[in-house]
Structures are given as structure tokens and as C-alpha cells.
């Protein structure tokens, strides 16, 4: 309850632009894969942005690129899944990320051959051929579906109103949590309307006036009027939000959320941690530093599971993971790890779906 009402103070507080139409596209999508019997995936993917001002010049940022999501999204949709892409604007994305990856630049792959005609160059013909083939595929046919966000508020406000969105297919929906969200936020009415001055420069007021105008609406702490030599923020906890989800937004679904950590000692555990507070379906953990060669499934029945790519294609002994747990690695020097993670969650999806009592909508 408590957490219902920290909620809706968070969702009236701290809004969002442009979600109506986000929500129009996504319940036009989800409906009409509804009613083909498709199974429905929303992947998150990338990292969410703490404005500092309401006219944001300064922000803070993390580390996510988005390559797991873009990569799982991809796998989904050959696993015949439609996919809700829902991702930090300008982060990858399924397909193209190849291009951004590989940092394939257009002047790397366009030759001029006369004044208005360029042609691929031979050398990546084939794949910018194949990644186009899929990437077109996939859109024409309606099964991927973009919508992106920047900050935290727009992130929460999307998962919520999509997960909602996602309630009528029952089980047959699977919520795959791999964005990077912030912890910590400053709410709106903290936030200053303009950009933060390193130094008191409004002559027009005293300075004075112009502290006691600028903290008492502000979550920033400063020394002015005397040049600062500090900065200090004062950070919000982002509320919990996998608890509204599993247990309001999406109680049919699967749900599947990430765990980074970069401490090895504490990954497992407060990825169990995670599974019994929230007692959804999987929680996948994984390190920062070997987060592209090996993750770990925990899930409700305490059967941790290792999955490990091949340790060519730049995994290196520096990289081995202190846990040594024991996992079998894949022998294909090209397979990527999300090849691996997502048909072992569709299996899991499977037997959600067919586990007596679910709520199967198709
Ligand atoms: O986006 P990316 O490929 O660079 O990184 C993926 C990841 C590490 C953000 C993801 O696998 C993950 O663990 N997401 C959850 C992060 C967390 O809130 O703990």
C-alpha cells in the first residue's frame, strides 16, 4: 500500500512529454499481435539520464549502450516474438547496432564511383546487405516496435503504461528488464528551471536573493555567492518499481529483470535477494567487467544457472570471472551470449505459460 501511494506521488510529480502518442503506437501494436497470437516481448535496453535543470545542459548518465537489449531483441524476434523496443534514444539497436558496434562510418563503406552515384564497398556488401534484409523485415512486417526515452521519469512513465498496456495477453507476455536505470533522481519540483551558474553572476540581484531564490527550489546545495569550490546533490531514491510491476502493472507476465554488479562477492547475492523481495520469475546477473561472456540465471527455485559464450572474440583470462562457478561454454567462437540467454528464457516463458492456473489469454 505504502508502496502504491509512493507511486502515484511519483508518476503526478515527476511527468513525462509526448506519452500519449507512445501509448497510442504501442496499443495498436499489442493489440494486433494479440489477436494474431502472437507472444509479445517488451525489451528494455540503455541507460536513463538525471537532468540537473529543467532546461537540461547538465545531466548524469551511465555506463549502458544498450548492446544486451538491442541483441535480445533481435533473438526474440527470430524466436517469433513481436517486440516493444523500448530504449534510450540514440543508444543501439537491434540490427543496426552492427554498424555502430563494428564503428562502420559512412565514408567506411560508401565508394563514389561518378558525381551522384556511391556504391557500398565490396567489403561489407554482403553484411550491410543481410543486417538491412533483417532490419527491414522486421519493420515491414510490424514485429519490432520503437519507442525511446531519455530520463528516468520517461523510462518509469513508459514501463508502466506499456506493462499496463501488456495486461490483457496474460502469460503470454514476457517483460525482459535489461536497461540501465537510474537509482537516484532530484524530483521536479527541485530542479532549477535554468542552467547552473558556476559562479553568482545575477547582478541584478543580491546575492542573497539570488541564494535563497535558487537553493529553496533547487535539490543543489552551493557556497555562493562566493566562487564554489564544491558542488553538492542531493539525490532521491528512485521508488522500487519492479514491486508495482510484478505485483499491479504486470501480474500475468513473465518477468525477467537484470542484476549488474562489479563487486563479485555480493552478485549472487543480491541477485537472490532480488527474486525473494520481488518473487517474480528470473532475475539474470551478471558483472560489469564480463557482462558480454557469461551471466548467471536465478530464479525462485534456487537452481543458480551459468551461461558463458565462447572465450574467443575477446574474452581473456583478465576477464575470467572471480566466481568460477562452473558453466558449459559454448564452442562457437562467433556466438554471441544473448544467442544463448534468450531461447533458454523462452523455454522458461514456455513452461510459465503452460503452468496450471496461468493466465493464458490466446
Ligand atoms: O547496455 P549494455 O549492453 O552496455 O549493458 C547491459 C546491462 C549490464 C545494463 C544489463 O545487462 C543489466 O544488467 N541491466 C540491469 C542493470 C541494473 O539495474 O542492475
Same mark, same amino acid.
Given at each position: 500500500m505504502e508502496n502504491d501511494f509512493e507511486d502515484e506521488a511519483y508518476f503526478a510529480q515527476n511527468p513525462t512529454s509526448h506519452l500519449a502518442k507512445d501509448e497510442l503506437a504501442a496499443d495498436n501494436f499489442i493489440k494486433h499481435h494479440s489477436q494474431a497470437g502472437h507472444r509479445v516481448a517488451l525489451v528494455t535496453s540503455g541507460g536513463t539520464t538525471v537532468p540537473l535543470e529543467k532546461h537540461t545542459v547538465r545531466y548524469i548518465d551511465n555506463f549502458s549502450v544498450g548492446s544486451r537489449g538491442a541483441a535480445s531483441a533481435e533473438y526474440f524476434l527470430m524466436q517469433g516474438y513481436a517486440v516493444v523496443f523500448l530504449h534510450r534514444e540514440g543508444s543501439l539497436t537491434p540490427f543496426l547496432r552492427r554498424f555502430s558496434q563494428r564503428n562502420i562510418s559512412l565514408p567506411d563503406v560508401l565508394v563514389e564511383t561518378d558525381q551522384d552515384t556511391f556504391r557500398i564497398s565490396a567489403e561489407v556488401k554482403q553484411e550491410v546487405q543481410d543486417t538491412l534484409k533483417s532490419y527491414n523485415r522486421a519493420r515491414t512486417s510490424n514485429m519490432l516496435l520503437f519507442i525511446s526515452f531519455s530520463t528516468i521519469s520517461d523510462y518509469l512513465h513508459r514501463l508502466r503504461t506499456i506493462a499496463c498496456l501488456m495486461q490483457p495477453l496474460g502469460s503470454v507476455g514476457l517483460i525482459y528488464l535489461a536497461a540501465a536505470p537510474s537509482d537516484f533522481f532530484i524530483p521536479s519540483d527541485r530542479l532549477p528551471d535554468h542552467k547552473i551558474q558556476? !559562479?553568482?553572476? #545575477?547582478? &541584478?540581484?543580491?546575492s542573497t536573493e539570488w541564494l535563497s531564490q535558487s537553493s529553496s527550489q533547487s535539490g543543489l546545495r552551493s557556497t555562493?555567492? +562566493?566562487?564554489? &569550490?564544491q558542488f553538492t546533490l542531493h539525490l532521491d531514491p528512485v521508488p522500487k518499481f519492479l514491486k508495482s510491476l510484478v505485483e !499491479? %502493472?504486470? !501480474?500475468d507476465a513473465m518477468i525477467v529483470s537484470f542484476k549488474l554488479e562489479t563487486d563479485p562477492d555480493i552478485l549472487l547475492h543480491k541477485a537472490r535477494h532480488s527474486i525473494n523481495t520481488y518473487r517474480h520469475h528470473l532475475v539474470i546477473g551478471n558483472m560489469l567487467v564480463t557482462r558480454k561472456w557469461e551471466v548467471v540465471f536465478v530464479s525462485q527455485q534456487n537452481d543458480d544457472r551459468w551461461i558463458r559464450a565462447s572465450? &574467443?572474440?575477446? %574474452?581473456s583470462e583478465a576477464d575470467e570471472?572471480?566466481?568460477r562457478i562452473e558453466a558449459i561454454p559454448s564452442? #562457437?567462437? @562467433? +556466438? @554471441?551470449?544473448e544467442s544463448m540467454i534468450v531461447p533458454s528464457v523462452v523455454q522458461l516463458h514456455e513452461e510459465h505459460m503452460a503452468r496450471p492456473g496461468s493466465c493464458r489469454k490466446h
Amino acid at each position: 500500500m505504502e508502496n502504491d501511494f509512493e507511486d502515484e506521488a511519483y508518476f503526478a510529480q515527476n511527468p513525462t512529454s509526448h506519452l500519449a502518442k507512445d501509448e497510442l503506437a504501442a496499443d495498436n501494436f499489442i493489440k494486433h499481435h494479440s489477436q494474431a497470437g502472437h507472444r509479445v516481448a517488451l525489451v528494455t535496453s540503455g541507460g536513463t539520464t538525471v537532468p540537473l535543470e529543467k532546461h537540461t545542459v547538465r545531466y548524469i548518465d551511465n555506463f549502458s549502450v544498450g548492446s544486451r537489449g538491442a541483441a535480445s531483441a533481435e533473438y526474440f524476434l527470430m524466436q517469433g516474438y513481436a517486440v516493444v523496443f523500448l530504449h534510450r534514444e540514440g543508444s543501439l539497436t537491434p540490427f543496426l547496432r552492427r554498424f555502430s558496434q563494428r564503428n562502420i562510418s559512412l565514408p567506411d563503406v560508401l565508394v563514389e564511383t561518378d558525381q551522384d552515384t556511391f556504391r557500398i564497398s565490396a567489403e561489407v556488401k554482403q553484411e550491410v546487405q543481410d543486417t538491412l534484409k533483417s532490419y527491414n523485415r522486421a519493420r515491414t512486417s510490424n514485429m519490432l516496435l520503437f519507442i525511446s526515452f531519455s530520463t528516468i521519469s520517461d523510462y518509469l512513465h513508459r514501463l508502466r503504461t506499456i506493462a499496463c498496456l501488456m495486461q490483457p495477453l496474460g502469460s503470454v507476455g514476457l517483460i525482459y528488464l535489461a536497461a540501465a536505470p537510474s537509482d537516484f533522481f532530484i524530483p521536479s519540483d527541485r530542479l532549477p528551471d535554468h542552467k547552473i551558474q558556476s !559562479r553568482f553572476t #545575477d547582478k &541584478s540581484l543580491t546575492s542573497t536573493e539570488w541564494l535563497s531564490q535558487s537553493s529553496s527550489q533547487s535539490g543543489l546545495r552551493s557556497t555562493f555567492p +562566493q566562487p564554489p &569550490s564544491q558542488f553538492t546533490l542531493h539525490l532521491d531514491p528512485v521508488p522500487k518499481f519492479l514491486k508495482s510491476l510484478v505485483e !499491479r %502493472w504486470a !501480474r500475468d507476465a513473465m518477468i525477467v529483470s537484470f542484476k549488474l554488479e562489479t563487486d563479485p562477492d555480493i552478485l549472487l547475492h543480491k541477485a537472490r535477494h532480488s527474486i525473494n523481495t520481488y518473487r517474480h520469475h528470473l532475475v539474470i546477473g551478471n558483472m560489469l567487467v564480463t557482462r558480454k561472456w557469461e551471466v548467471v540465471f536465478v530464479s525462485q527455485q534456487n537452481d543458480d544457472r551459468w551461461i558463458r559464450a565462447s572465450k &574467443s572474440g575477446g %574474452w581473456s583470462e583478465a576477464d575470467e570471472s572471480p566466481l568460477r562457478i562452473e558453466a558449459i561454454p559454448s564452442t #562457437d567462437p @562467433e +556466438q @554471441e551470449l544473448e544467442s544463448m540467454i534468450v531461447p533458454s528464457v523462452v523455454q522458461l516463458h514456455e513452461e510459465h505459460m503452460a503452468r496450471p492456473g496461468s493466465c493464458r489469454k490466446h
